[in-house]
């Protein structure tokens, strides 16, 4: 099963700053790498999926890319809401044994 | 609007048993791939069991042979039977719909929580 390891665990930033989280593979996983957002108290939601499509709803400031072990999450310019826990999942594993990365909080 | 409500966590001794619900509307429970993801308090997210659409069921190494996971197409809702539960099961547990068939959960529920302590 492919086991997920992003970097940094925390960060701190400011609005407007450019920041970007990666997310490493332990083996191949292809293209099948999404990321969540979640805040305190509150369920995750879907950010991208695919590698690098941007769900519904979702601001064009976030990006996804990467393909096989290394992947990236980017904010171009970071808003106050963005401000949150941030983890990458792969959707690789058949039969599933889905893993998530241990998570990215992003801090002022 | 596709909406997932969880319900049945609670405070339960160890060695215990518990079945969660969650009760999905805006999409049919039988034609959706369907998921239980939980997150340990302070931790990160794990997840735990799916039931396809054909009815196979997939579970976590930690939670093999102790949880089931089901479906009531009557009722619309998902189900997750636990049993023997130790205290590191304590946890929010959400629902989620998984999409067929590259695997992102969207939507989620907004959790119950599950403590096991006694």
């Known amino acids: 099963d492919a086991q997920m390891t992003q970097s940094p665990s925390s960060l701190s930033a400011s609005v407007g700053d450019r920041i970007t989280i990666t997310c490493r593979a332990s083996q191949s996983i292809s293209s099948y790498l999404n990321w969540y957002q979640q805040k305190p108290g509150k369920a995750p939601k879907l950010l991208i999926y695919a590698t690098s499509s941007l769900h519904s709803g979702v601001p064009s400031r976030f990006s996804g890319s990467g393909s096989g072990t290394d992947f990236t999450l980017t904010i171009s310019s970071l808003q106050p809401e963005d401000f949150a826990t941030y983890y990458c999942?792969?959707?690789?594993?058949?039969?599933?044994?889905?893993?998530f990365g241990q998570g990215t909080k992003v801090e002022i | 609007e596709v909406q997932l409500v969880e319900t049945g966590g609670d405070l339960i001794q160890p060695g215990g048993a518990l079945r969660l619900s969650c009760a999905a509307s805006g999409i049919t429970v039988s034609s959706s791939y369907m998921s239980w993801v939980r997150q340990a308090p302070g931790k990160g997210l794990e997840w735990v069991s799916v039931?396809?659409?054909?009815?196979?069921?997939y579970y976590a190494a930690s939670v093999k042979g102790r949880f089931t996971i089901s479906r009531d197409n009557s009722k619309n809702t998902l189900y997750l039977q636990m049993n023997s539960l130790r205290a590191e099961d304590t946890a929010v547990y959400y629902c989620a719909r998984v999409i067929c068939c590259d695997n992102w959960f969207d939507p989620w529920g907004q959790g119950t929580l599950v403590t096991v302590s006694s």
């Open positions: 039931i396809y659409t054909g009815g196979s069921t």
């Open positions: 999942q792969q959707s690789y594993s058949i039969p599933p044994m889905w893993t």
